[in-house]
């Protein structure tokens, strides 16, 4: 087990979307600083558990907490959250630097200092220059890198993404793992990825937590949990074979 | 090659077929009348175009159309984005629900209640009074923009609404953790989704507008508040000036077309519909001038639409409602009139989805992105100018016509029918046709690539996606038939009565109290058929946002 | 469009269905709505008619006269009616230059209406006079005389648009007979009383009714209704010096109508007693021939008109095109 203090946890954090749907029900903890990635089947509640923790769902008990603040019950614009979702992280009329700018300051007012923030985060991105097009003319791996630079200039401590990269080409998909490595190397966010490509995980998540029928089923380092003989039972039929086991 | 070209043509075939039934149905009107006077029609013509007083209502009624169809939208927009930014808001599906009233309701039961309440003796003329100000009248220009909005602000909001709602839910969340406020929330995210929504409905408010006939004549105060419509009426009933009705109607549908026309180039298309939305509520700070002035709208938008019904409401309490109920006549009459209602209904659905799918399959052929083609502006507009042409033109000229090969009378509810279908089609339309669109964004390629088509398809995916959709568009267009009085008064006798029928019926007999009573069955009947329609839209498993 | 096919052949098939099952005595009379409504003349007409016949009497009914006359332009000549019932003679004349109507050939010394009766081919069933009713509730001193009423300033009226309404026309009709080429002018003062004009008669007396306007124009035996089924005294019919204007109510028999015998008996019938009892308290006119018993005493407190004014159809045909454009012009300004 690792020394980092669990920054974000949720305790018994219980959920229904429908009176007749299943309650789920979630109790983990992210480590502060670390990425952490929420792997499991489709349907296992691993966007809920985002959702919740972002605040675009309501709990209907339990508690969110980071650091020593409970934010179970803080509307959306106070909680310290970046999100980037799959698609749709950008206003399409908007240029781009605005949809960037509005990391900074919502009512797209900028001051001169401001202005070089938003420039940089677009470089450190490697979109310099990008600033005067439209999302539209941007390709989704470009759009994604737009959300990032919006996220650093944010400087939110948490960022979750909502399978950010599943859309995109294999190739395509490790270059934006690596940009979001990069950016968390620097600014060392508690960063919580959804996604259902195990692979990602293991390419630059220091943890996992999976995820069944609406709770968690296992947590620990990737290296061991997602590793085809040491993962537990649940996980294994998850995985499925080995590739280039198969008989 | 060939089964499967006949297969793509179906959708295309379906939406003619529909443009066509109601090409016909308007033009049915106008060929027989036509044929009887003919000859001089030339002369007829010019001399209609160079009477002033057809100038005038032409101006008149375009100037009334214009500026009701304005002030709805201006006052529905406040009132939609209070709505949307407040999804908690006590009372919203009631307040919903009373905003798909106002439509069904029969003109001249709106327009006495609004009287009773902006009239000059009505309630806040004698609240002013009391208190010693001046109530000012609204006979003229104001009543009529009074009544209008009351008919078409809360159609707006619903509209605008279902806009906001086909937002990505990721703007909508957006939005919020980027801590935008209420301005740039609004410019950014809700304006340009309500935006194309209100132009889609500017276009349906101002024909409906056009034809406005009792509004005009009862709130106008006298013949300077003039319109087309009653020009065409007069020619058509009291002179029975065949050759100068069409004319007059056909004036009216080439300036109203035209007119739609530029509306529609300003940025409306039949794309946003008025489902409600199913955005998920979250926790949202709101400031407290946000909560007040929302809170303040809102009521203003209600009270505005609610009052004329407790009008209605008072008035038919004190009529005899038992005794109304038991006679033979009510009770005929609310059958005949669900009865012709549904069938209306279940028409103008099938109507609507049948242009939908032409819109449908256009839409797929260019990849659901980039402008419409020209058949897909048509389709829209070719639904919405039924409006335009005076059921009491495509009544006559189709008495014309049936006299000669059937009996007039068993063909009274078939042409009840078919006419109240046509004039429910554009606003049925305009709930099918987002829907589908989405729906065949979303599983065209799948369904093709599985040859899922025809009966299959729409059993299997066209009915679970669009059944919202269509239970809406079902419900409203047999609340809109419900109130319906145009064609039973052309084709009208013992045996065919409808609920407004029968109201107009006993205003004409002294009998003012039982027409109130009847108002209020009527108010019934619609706001419980709503109810329905709301509870059977709803989705049994909650449409969920975000993947798992 | 399946559905389209299925109604048009099952209306096919009715109509052939009912043509099959005509009854051999049959009477179709034509007739405006609140004739046939329950509480109004027709069932009682069609009970006290079918005793003296072996006979069915339909009532076939539209909106009102003026939609009478248009059923039957619409129809084309060709129409089910024997007898056509409703109609008032600001329309006798156009519908006898239609060529729809054959003369009655019967006498009518029975109908007893001011002004006298003498037309070959319509015969009047009730009459009315148009007046001026107020609210005496909330007018005080009711005008006694048109010039008071268009000179005085004591509330406003609610009236009815002469183009889509007979009393409209009725009370253009009016003015027009007592000003004659003055009209115009009469017209300005009218104007200035106005508060509304309704399409129809139905919206300006329901306005009245609603407290929102004091008086209205309707007819002399408004108030009897008022009396008899509400037991109120409350609205009164103001008694106009230089008389008021008549509306006299007619039927006649169409061309097809004339080969059926029972159309004549039924036009004599309505000159009967048996006939008129029931028009006076269904109706709410005055009957145009003798009833076997007087008439509700109620109906004695109604206005009396010292003199009833009347055009003639000729003259209302000639004319009304241009005497609504008259009245339309002052009344737009």
């Known amino acids: ?247 | 090659m060939a089964s499967m070209m006949r297969k793509r043509a179906g959708p295309d075939i379906a939406a003619s077929l529909a443009a066509l039934f109601l090409l016909l149905l308007a033009a049915g009107a106008f060929l027989p009348l036509l044929f009887t006077a003919l000859p001089g029609a030339g002369g007829r013509l010019t001399d209609a175009l160079g009477d002033p007083v057809i100038w005038r209502s032409l101006r008149f009624t375009l100037v009334q159309a214009a500026l009701s169809t304005g002030i709805s939208l201006v006052l529905a927009v406040p009132v939609a984005a209070a709505l949307h930014e407040f999804r908690g808001f006590p009372g919203r599906d009631l307040i919903l629900r009373l905003f798909a009233l106002p439509l069904a309701l029969p003109q001249i039961v709106a327009v006495l209640a609004i009287v009773g309440l902006y009239g000059e003796r009505g309630v806040w003329s004698r609240l002013s009074d009391s208190i010693g100000l001046d109530f000012p009248s609204i006979y003229g220009l104001t009543g009529i923009l009074i009544a209008h909005v009351f008919f078409n602000m809360p159609l707006a909001v619903r509209i605008a609404l279902g806009g906001m709602a086909s937002m990505p839910s990721e703007y909508d969340r957006l939005a919020h953790q980027l801590g935008m406020g209420f301005a740039a929330r609004f410019r950014h995210v809700l304006w340009p989704f309500m935006r194309p929504a209100l132009m889609s409905s500017a276009s349906l408010i101002f024909m409906l507008c056009v034809t406005s006939f009792a509004v005009v004549l009862i709130l106008g105060g006298g013949p300077r508040a003039t319109t087309l419509e009653v020009a065409i009426y007069q020619a058509l009933t009291f002179d029975f000036d065949v050759v100068r009705a069409i004319l007059l109607a056909l004036i009216q549908v080439v300036v109203t077309a035209f007119a739609y026309s530029l509306l529609t180039r300003a940025g409306g298309s039949v794309s946003s519909g008025f489902t409600v939305g199913v955005l998920r509520p979250f926790a949202v700070r709101h400031t407290a001038t946000g909560y007040l002035a929302a809170a303040l709208v809102v009521s203003f938008g209600v009270l505005f639409v609610l009052t004329p019904f407790v009008v209605i409401v008072w008035r038919g309490l004190s009529a005899d409602l038992a005794g109304l109920v038991l006679q033979a006549s009510v009770r005929r009459a609310v059958t005949t009139s669900l009865l012709l209602g549904t069938l209306s209904a279940v028409l103008a659905v099938v109507i609507g989805l049948a242009f939908a799918a032409g819109v449908t399959r256009r839409a797929a052929a260019r990849r659901f992105s980039g402008p419409q083609s020209g058949a897909e502006r048509l389709f829209g507009q070719m639904s919405s100018l039924i409006l335009v042409v005076p059921p009491v033109v495509i009544a006559a000229g189709w008495f014309m016509v049936i006299r000669r090969f059937a009996d007039v009378y068993a063909a009274a509810p078939v042409m009840v029918v078919t006419i109240n279908a046509a004039m429910a089609v554009p606003f049925a339309i305009r709930l099918l046709q987002p829907a589908a669109l989405s729906a065949a964004e979303r599983y065209d390629r799948l369904c093709r690539q599985l040859g899922l088509t025809g009966v299959a398809r729409l059993r299997l995916v066209t009915w679970p996606l669009l059944r919202r959709a269509i239970f809406l568009a079902f419900a409203f267009s047999l609340a809109l038939s419900l109130g319906d009085l145009g064609v039973i008064t052309i084709f009208g006798s013992q045996d065919v009565q409808t609920l407004p029928y029968l109201i107009m019926q006993r205003m004409g007999s002294y009998r003012t109290q039982d027409a109130a009573g009847l108002a209020l069955i009527l108010c019934v009947m619609t706001m419980v058929l709503m109810m329905i329609a709301d509870r059977g839209s709803e989705p049994n498993r909650v449409e969920r946002t975000s993947r798992s | 469009m399946h559905r389209q096919t299925l109604f048009a052949l099952s209306a096919i098939a009715l109509a052939g269905f009912s043509h099959v099952a005509q009854a051999q005595d049959k009477l179709t009379v034509y007739t405006y709505e609140s004739f046939t409504a329950e509480w109004g003349p027709g069932p009682k007409v069609k009970e006290a008619f079918e005793a003296t016949c072996e006979c069915e009497v339909d009532f076939v009914s539209v909106a009102d006269g003026v939609a009478l006359l248009n059923r039957l332009r619409l129809e084309g000549g060709r129409t089910d009616a024997d007898i056509v019932l409703g109609l008032d003679t600001n329309l006798t004349a156009e519908a006898k230059a239609s060529g729809f109507f054959a003369p009655h050939g019967l006498s009518t010394d029975a109908i007893d209406i001011p002004g006298g009766w003498s037309d070959d081919t319509f015969i009047p069933f009730d009459y009315g006079y148009f007046a001026v009713i107020y609210d005496t509730e909330a007018i005080e001193n009711p005008p006694t005389s048109m010039h008071d009423f268009l000179k005085g300033r004591e509330g406003m009226i609610a009236i009815q648009d002469p183009r889509t309404s007979t009393p409209g026309l009725g009370l253009m009709l009016w003015i027009r007979k007592i000003y004659g080429d003055l009209a115009p002018e009469a017209y300005e003062e009218l104007q200035k009383r106005v508060l509304t004009v309704t399409p129809g008669w139905s919206e300006s007396y329901a306005l009245f009714t609603s407290g929102e306007v004091p008086m209205v124009l309707s007819y002399t035996t408004s108030p009897a209704y008022h009396m008899i089924a509400d037991d109120t005294d409350r609205y009164q019919a103001a008694a106009f010096s230089e008389g008021h204007y008549m509306q006299v109510e007619v039927a006649g028999m169409t061309t097809k109508g004339a080969d059926n015998p029972l159309a004549a008996k039924f036009l004599d019938f309505m000159m009967s007693p048996a006939f008129q009892d029931i028009i006076p308290e269904t109706n709410w006119m005055l009957p145009a021939a003798a009833t076997s018993e007087p008439l509700d005493p109620v109906f004695g407190k109604m206005v009396q008109p010292e003199k009833s004014l009347l055009f003639t159809p000729e003259e209302v045909a000639e004319n009304r095109e241009a005497w609504v454009k008259e009245w339309l012009g002052v009344m737009s300004r």
């Open chain 1, 1 to 247: 087990m690792t020394e980092e203090t669990p920054a974000l946890v949720c305790e018994d954090l219980r959920f229904r979307y429908a009176r007749n749907s299943a309650e789920m029900r979630f109790d983990c903890a992210f480590a502060e600083g670390e990425i952490t990635a929420l792997v499991g089947p489709s349907g296992s509640g691993k966007s809920t558990l985002i959702n919740l923790i972002a605040g675009f769902e309501i709990a209907a008990s339990g508690m969110i907490r980071f650091g020593e603040s409970d934010i179970t019950g803080a509307p959306v614009s106070e909680r310290p959250v970046s999100m980037v979702f799959q698609e749709n992280n950008l206003f399409s009329h908007m240029r781009v630097f605005d949809n960037v700018a509005l990391g900074v300051a919502p009512t797209l007012r900028l001051t001169g200092e401001e202005r070089d923030q938003v420039e940089t985060a677009l470089a450190s991105v490697g979109l310099a220059g990008y600033g005067a097009r439209l999302p539209g003319e941007l390709s989704g791996g470009e759009r994604q890198r737009v959300a990032l630079a919006r996220v650093i200039v944010r400087r939110r401590p948490i960022l979750l993404l909502d399978e950010a990269f599943a859309s995109l080409g294999p190739a395509l998909r490790h270059e934006m793992l690596d940009l979001l490595s990069s950016i968390h190397d620097e600014r060392r966010m508690t960063t919580v990825m959804v996604t259902h490509f195990p692979e990602d995980a293991r390419r630059i998540a220091a943890r996992t937590v999976f995820l069944a029928d609406g709770a968690v089923v296992a947590e620990g380092p990737t290296a061991t949990l997602l590793d085809h003989d040491m993962a537990p039972e649940a996980v294994r039929s998850y995985l499925g074979e080995k590739a280039g086991t198969a008989g």
